[in-house]
């Protein structure tokens, strides 16, 4: 069962920060591939859960709630870095602050999210969430709005472009 913090008050909003501020850092990274991006994320996603701190009617269900957050707001950075890509204002992500150790890991992460690049943002989403983030079937279909099925094909898809050939 998750804490339960009183958002309303200084202290309360404090200890919800730090408890779960880790864990819509973690969805960042593992969607957007870059720490200050993630660091964006995480800015974005508790200014959002101060704004919004009376509409949080069940404080257990902030996890969900922050989870469901950080995901769409990584969604339209995806969208708003490719879209920027496109038209040439800004150059394409080379991944060289994704970093964790082996060199060779460093190198398979880098590739990684070079190939997420090319990978519809919904499905990047879905599938970052699951297979990064390790959030079960269920989460990755509430934090994405979309059915059980959706998110499976969304996965699925994602999964099928990361795993071909070339």
């Not at 200084?10 to 850092?25: E, Q, T």
């Not at 591939?33 to 993630?38: F, I, M, N, S, V």
């Not at 919004?52 to 257990?60: A, E, F, L, M, Y």
């Not at 060779?104 to 983030?133: G, H, I, N, P």
């Amino acid at each position: 069962m998750s804490e339960v913090f009183d958002l309303g008050t200084p202290d309360g909003f404090a200890a919800a920060y730090r408890r779960w501020s880790p864990y819509v850092a973690r969805i960042g990274l593992n969607i957007m591939g870059d720490p200050d991006l993630a660091g964006e994320v995480v800015q974005e996603v508790f200014a959002r859960a101060f704004e919004h701190r009376q509409r949080i009617k069940d404080p257990r269900m902030l996890k969900a709630w922050l989870r469901t957050t950080a995901s769409r707001h990584c969604y339209k950075l995806v969208r708003k870095r490719k879209m920027m890509v496109t038209f040439g204002l800004v150059p394409e992500l080379t991944f060289e602050a994704v970093s964790g150790g082996a060199a060779e890991d460093e190198v398979l992460l880098k590739q990684l999210f070079a190939r997420l690049e090319k990978v519809a943002t919904k499905d990047r989403v879905a599938w970052s969430l699951r297979y990064l983030s390790g959030e079960s079937l269920a989460d990755v279909a509430e934090a994405c709005g979309c059915s059980l099925a959706t998110a499976k094909r969304r996965i699925k898809r994602a999964n099928d472009l990361l795993t071909e050939e070339g």
